[in-house]
């Protein structure tokens, strides 16, 4: 045999291998969710309605939520879309849903291709809307919504599209989707990869910004709240800051940060392209310490920790009371 062909023979059975393992891998995925399906939920174009007035039926044929027995109907979903011109696609469809949740519950939201708005009040349950658009109706099969559900849990997320190496060599339509939340306040919440503006209202609880391409306003965070990878200005309130403290990494734009209450902390900052302003009482800046691109100082009696690594914009720390003189002063700035 000469060389050509065993060079052939060698890729034909490269190929052949690919094409089974990737078929195996799928089987299994397939497997895997089928046995997880009594708490996810992946939202085809059939669930859901095409605009508002479609989605009081595709409510109608809404499963049960499975882990808690609750219905999902949007009967009990109070959301209005305040949509706006040129917001989405010409193709459109809304997917809601209401889930119980305990206090305390964890709420994650992940790769999203549109602004996330998230409203607080003190309710039981999380009503959920969800506006995809495409620019063809069949374009609707990519980019499917996952949603999955615990009574402590609950996740939304687009699929991804991409899940092999033949898919990654096509081109996936141009798709959006707007997330818009009612939730109860004492939950923890976390986005990781979202294109677009992020609006939370006050969360009793920590608060993890991850992967977001656009502003960030959080009305309240409590205990603990995390930045990173943001590409836009962040503007938020902390009350109660605990152990965990704040961590703000790889930041692209001007942060304010307002607190409630006395503030104790450790303000440690490295690699900034920028300043820390603390308007805050029993401030002690460390001089010794100072250097370019570097700051750090005791707020109060110390403890926990402020930590800014790898900022580009500046850094203001204030107390909440002086919301509206501290946003004029970081205009002029």
Do not use: W
């Amino acid at each position: 045999m000469n060389s050509k062909m065993t060079v052939k023979l060698i890729l034909a059975i490269a190929g052949l291998s690919l094409i089974l393992i990737a078929g195996g891998c799928r089987n299994r995925r397939e497997h895997v969710q089928a046995q997880e399906g009594d708490r996810a939920e992946n939202i085809a174009p059939s669930d859901v309605g095409t605009d508002a007035k479609s989605a009081g039926k595709a409510s109608d044929k809404a499963p049960a939520d499975a882990s808690t027995g609750a219905s999902t109907t949007a009967e009990t979903n109070s959301i209005v879309d305040k949509g706006g011109e040129g917001v989405d696609f010409p193709e459109r469809e809304e997917i809601r849903r209401s889930y119980t949740l305990e206090p305390g519950a964890q709420v994650r939201i992940a790769n999203i291709n549109g602004r996330v708005d998230v409203e607080t009040a003190g309710i039981d349950h999380a009503e959920v809307l969800i506006v995809r658009s495409v620019r063809k109706r069949e374009d609707l099969q990519f980019r499917r919504i996952n949603l999955e559900h615990q009574p402590d849990y609950l996740g939304i997320r687009v699929e991804d599209d991409r899940r092999s190496i033949f898919s990654a060599l096509g081109s996936i339509p141009d798709g959006r989707q707007r997330v818009i939340l009612k939730l109860p306040r004492k939950v923890a919440l976390e986005t990781d990869g979202v294109n677009g503006h992020v609006t939370i209202g006050e969360i009793e609880g920590s608060v993890g910004i991850r992967g977001v391409n656009g502003p960030v306003n959080i009305a309240q965070a409590t205990g603990a709240a995390s930045f990173r990878g943001v590409n836009g200005n962040i503007d938020a309130t902390v009350a109660k800051l605990t152990g965990d403290g704040i961590d703000l990494s790889s930041v692209n734009g001007n942060t304010n940060l307002r607190f409630i209450g006395e503030v104790n902390a450790n303000v440690e900052a490295r690699g900034m392209n920028g300043r820390v302003e603390a308007d805050l009482p029993n401030v002690e800046v460390r001089k010794g310490e100072r250097g370019y691109g570097r700051y750090d100082a005791r707020i109060g009696t110390g403890g926990a920790p402020i930590q800014i690594r790898s900022v580009n914009g500046n850094v203001y720390l204030s107390k909440a009371e002086k919301q509206g003189a501290t946003a004029a002063k970081a205009a002029t700035k």
